[in-house]
Nanobody, 119 residues
């Protein structure tokens, strides 16, 4: 089991910045990749950014150049720095951990944190 606790959401104006944090605990050695997803009202959950244990990253086209994902292995924490925010970034943001073990793989999710960008 892996537990994920998110923080850092809030209300910001267009062009502003926020940093989300996601702290992992539990069976962290099984974590292969961590990332952020978001879900706007009436929309499907979509991938925003991921980072592997080796530090490789990838981003959704809609956030490239504006968002940066990073990790602090000593703190078992992943961050999402969001700059130049737009109203279309408004959503609930969920932290995700993809875990691999012998004969299994699991996805774990945080509780979600609301990000609202006002125009």
């Amino acid at each position: 089991q892996v537990q994920l606790v998110e923080s850092g959401g809030g209300l910001v104006q267009t062009g502003g910045s926020l940093r989300l944090s996601c702290a992992a605990s539990g069976n962290i050695f099984s974590i292969n990749r961590m990332g952020w997803y978001r879900q706007a009202p009436g929309a499907q959950r979509e991938s925003v950014a991921h980072i592997t244990t080796s530090g490789n990253t990838n981003y959704a086209d809609s956030v490239k150049g504006r968002f940066t994902i990073s990790r602090d292995n000593a703190k078992n924490t992943v961050y999402l720095q969001m700059n130049n925010l737009k109203p279309e970034d408004t959503a609930v943001y969920y932290c995700n951990a993809f875990c691999i073990g012998i004969n299994y793989h699991n996805d774990y999710w945080g509780q979600g944190t609301q990000v609202t960008v006002s125009s």
